[in-house]
């Protein structure tokens, strides 16, 4: 018995200690107002433990490989065969998969190609879902299976007109 109690509290104490942030599409991203988008950040944070931008990160890091893939196969058959290819695409991927969506305002993308195989993308959007967008470039190197580094260069939750990140590709 004294065993069965020992691993009993050894099973609840792992489980404390791992926190897991789950995600469950209802709607795209282009259907979620600008106030839900900050309620359901909110409820994750209360119920995960973890920051506002945690959340948002890893909401942007879990699309790519699990949700954009399922939804939106198509897209991931003509984006590229590389991260540096698909970021090039992900301009055309707002304009398809908002066609159907009345009153979306898809972010505008911006690419300068920098020395040394560096690129900076330039994001303008009424929403400044930044932390999201550095989200979904590491969701991007995690499809396909290289570690991207991502630095945000200038913010528009700082002031700024947009927000520009900078990728280095390994």
Same mark, same amino acid.
């Given at each position: 018995?004294?065993?069965?109690? !020992? =691993?009993?509290? =050894? %099973?609840? !104490?792992?489980?404390?200690?791992?926190?897991? *942030?789950?995600?469950?599409? /209802? =709607?795209?991203?282009? %259907?979620?107002?600008? $106030?839900?988008? #900050?309620?359901?950040?909110?409820?994750?944070?209360?119920?995960?433990?973890?920051?506002?931008?945690?959340?948002? +990160?890893?909401?942007?890091?879990?699309?790519?490989?699990? @949700?954009?893939?399922?939804?939106? #196969? @198509?897209?991931? !058959?003509?984006?590229? #065969?590389? &991260?540096?290819?698909?970021? +090039?695409?992900?301009?055309?991927?707002?304009?398809?998969? @908002?066609?159907?969506?009345?009153?979306?305002?898809?972010? /505008?993308?911006?690419?300068?190609?920098?020395?040394?195989?560096?690129?900076?993308?330039?994001?303008?959007? %009424?929403?400044?879902?930044?932390?999201?967008?550095?989200?979904? *470039?590491?969701?991007?190197? *995690?499809?396909?299976? /290289? /570690?991207?580094?991502?630095?945000? @260069?200038? $913010?528009?939750?700082?002031?700024?007109?947009?927000?520009?990140?900078? *990728?280095?590709? &390994?």
């Amino acid at each position: 018995k004294k065993k069965k109690k !020992k =691993k009993k509290r =050894k %099973e609840r !104490k792992r489980k404390k200690k791992k926190k897991e *942030i789950f995600f469950f599409k /209802q =709607k795209t991203a282009y %259907e979620i107002k600008e $106030c839900d988008w #900050s309620s359901d950040v909110c409820s994750s944070d209360l119920v995960s433990g973890l920051s506002v931008e945690t959340v948002m +990160l890893e909401y942007g890091k879990f699309m790519v490989p699990n @949700t954009l893939k399922k939804y939106y #196969s @198509t897209y991931f !058959k003509i984006a590229g #065969s590389s &991260p540096r290819e698909f970021l +090039l695409n992900m301009g055309r991927v707002h304009e398809h998969v @908002t066609k159907g969506i009345t009153g979306a305002k898809p972010p /505008q993308l911006k690419y300068e190609e920098l020395p040394n195989g560096r690129m900076l993308i330039h994001y303008f959007s %009424e929403r400044r879902l930044c932390v999201v967008l550095r989200g979904l *470039i590491l969701g991007v190197g *995690i499809f396909f299976n /290289q /570690q991207l580094d991502v630095h945000e @260069t200038v $913010c528009m939750l700082k002031g700024d007109d947009r927000c520009t990140m900078e *990728i280095t590709f &390994p």
